[in-house]
């Protein structure tokens, strides 16, 4: 009679997981929006599919090992969730360097950013992946963004950035996806003239400032933020950007 039950055991092993990451928000944290609704619909189905194929029958439990170690494999992903919780070792900063900053490419640049748009002593909200997807963002335009803050110590900012005078000391970053958090990869400008030391490495800041570029080596156009006011926020609910934001 066990078998006749496997289907709705396993359903229930795949459904308490799917579940347990909508009820605790991780959907929208660490998945893309497109796959957070796949993750929402896919489960509505399942959802649908135990009830509709529920047995009109009452189980009747035996040791078909076969079955119930089958059954049992259902329940690895919800029983690892549940000991290892979640990761967020792509959120830190030990993956970036002078090659994950942006450049400025024009093919990047999908829309245009007019000045006159702003009133007078307001800033343009943007993230770190609009912020190289708007043309004319980057000559003095008031900009407000949300990141993490990395210090560089001398010989990490002269390794990386040998052109910029004078040298920076930070960065602003954050990490964005395509997919899910497996695949995230870092996104992140000069922070110019940081001289604060309330805050520290990691630190989540909401930073205004004014934007500026600088050549490097390469020619390649370089987009520095020149902070004005910068204060400790909390960490956002979706924690990661999205690289396909920008296809509008």
């Known amino acids: 009679m066990i078998g006749a039950w496997k289907e709705r055991l396993q359903l229930v092993g795949w459904l308490a997981f799917f579940g347990w990451m909508i009820a605790s928000g991780f959907h929208v944290s660490y998945l893309a929006k497109l796959q957070s609704q796949i993750l929402l619909v896919g489960t509505a189905i399942l959802v649908l599919a135990f009830l509709v194929r529920w047995p009109r029958t009452r189980p009747v439990w035996n040791f078909n090992y076969r079955l119930w170690i089958e059954s049992a ?22 993956g970036l360097g002078g090659a994950n900053i942006r450049v400025l490419l024009p093919d990047a640049q999908t829309q245009t950013f007019s000045p006159e748009s702003l009133k007078p002593g307001e800033y343009f909200k943007t993230s770190l992946v609009d912020l190289y997807a708007f043309e004319g963002l980057d000559q003095d335009i008031p900009i407000e963004m949300v990141g993490r803050l990395h210090i560089m110590s001398p010989a990490e900012a002269k390794k990386h950035f040998p052109d910029k005078k004078p040298t920076p000391n930070a960065l602003f970053y954050r990490y964005a996806i395509a997919c899910c958090a497996a695949d995230a990869s870092p996104v992140a400008t000069v922070l110019d003239g940081f001289e604060s030391k309330k805050f520290v490495s990691g630190d989540w800041l909401r930073v205004k400032g004014r934007t500026a570029f600088f050549k490097t080596s390469k020619g390649n156009r370089m987009i520095v933020l020149h902070a004005e006011h910068i204060e400790k926020t909390e960490k956002p609910i979706k924690p990661y950007l999205s690289w396909l934001q920008t296809l509008r």
């Open 73 to 94: 494999g259902h329940y690895l992903p919800i029983t690892i969730f549940l000991i290892m919780g979640t990761t967020s070792l792509t959120l830190s900063d030990s």
